[in-house]
């Protein structure tokens, strides 16, 4: 069973400019999370998809951040304008259903921005 | 919204000597998933405790759920090389079973 699958494995852009991440889950399954990493943090969710539909969203910066699962399999996370402090790994996960599925995360995007 | 605290942010050890990190909340856990990151890795799922006071054993690793569904802990046992990596908690929370994570505890060990 392939895994989950991530580009670009890394990005290199200054401020201000717009970067795009795509993540494609695993087969058949519904529910699509998308994470940011800072260095020595823990995964933070920004966004999580149920199919094509937003389940939870309330973490990310809407104002720059934006993400989209059209038909309900992969999908795109893309910031705009870029800041200095979105410099992270970005994680895409994928889980069969909702209810407390085991996530399986990508190999991620590793985003610097200067 | 959730929180869980973790312990110790560091731990280095010799091999072969055992390994524990606690995960902590102030309220109480519906359920609670355990995680490894390789360094330069993604997280890898390790398992997932529901039941009050539920012990769970992978071969070197026992992981607990306390009494009170508010604290956790995974421990290692004879830890190898291997073993090196962040351990996180992660716990399940509301209706749309929202992952957060703690911070991680990274283990090295010396060979």
């Known amino acids: 069973e392939a895994g989950v699958a991530q580009s670009p494995r890394y990005k290199i852009i200054e401020k201000r400019q717009s970067v795009a991440f795509w993540c494609n889950p695993i087969s058949g399954h519904a529910t699509l999370y998308w994470y940011q990493q800072i260095l020595g943090q823990g995964p933070k969710l920004l966004i999580q998809f149920q199919n094509n539909g937003v389940v939870d969203d309330s973490q990310l910066p809407k104002d720059r951040f934006s993400a989209e699962r059209l038909k309900g399999v992969d999908s795109t996370l893309k910031i705009q304008p870029a800041k200095l402090e979105d410099s992270a790994v970005y994680l895409c996960?994928?889980?069969?259903?909702?209810?407390?599925?085991?996530?399986?995360f990508g190999p991620g995007t590793r985003l610097l921005v200067l | 919204g959730q929180q869980v605290m973790q312990i110790p942010q560091y731990q280095h050890v010799q091999e072969g000597e055992d390994f524990t990190t606690y995960c902590n909340s102030s309220t109480t856990l519906s359920n609670i998933q355990w995680y490894k990151q390789r360094p330069g890795g993604h997280p890898v799922f390790l398992i997932q405790?529901?039941?009050?006071?539920e012990v769970k054993k992978q071969k070197r690793l026992t992981f607990q759920f306390g009494e009170a569904k508010k604290n956790s802990s995974l421990h290692i046992t004879a830890t190898q090389t291997t073993d090196v990596g962040t351990y996180f908690c992660?716990?399940?929370?509301?209706?749309?079973?929202?992952?957060?994570f703690g911070k991680g505890t990274l283990l090295t060990v010396n060979p």
């Open positions: 992660a716990a399940l929370e509301g209706s749309n079973y929202k992952l957060t």
């Open positions: 996960a994928s889980s069969l259903f909702l209810v407390g599925e085991t996530q399986y």
């Open positions: 405790l529901v039941k009050s006071g």
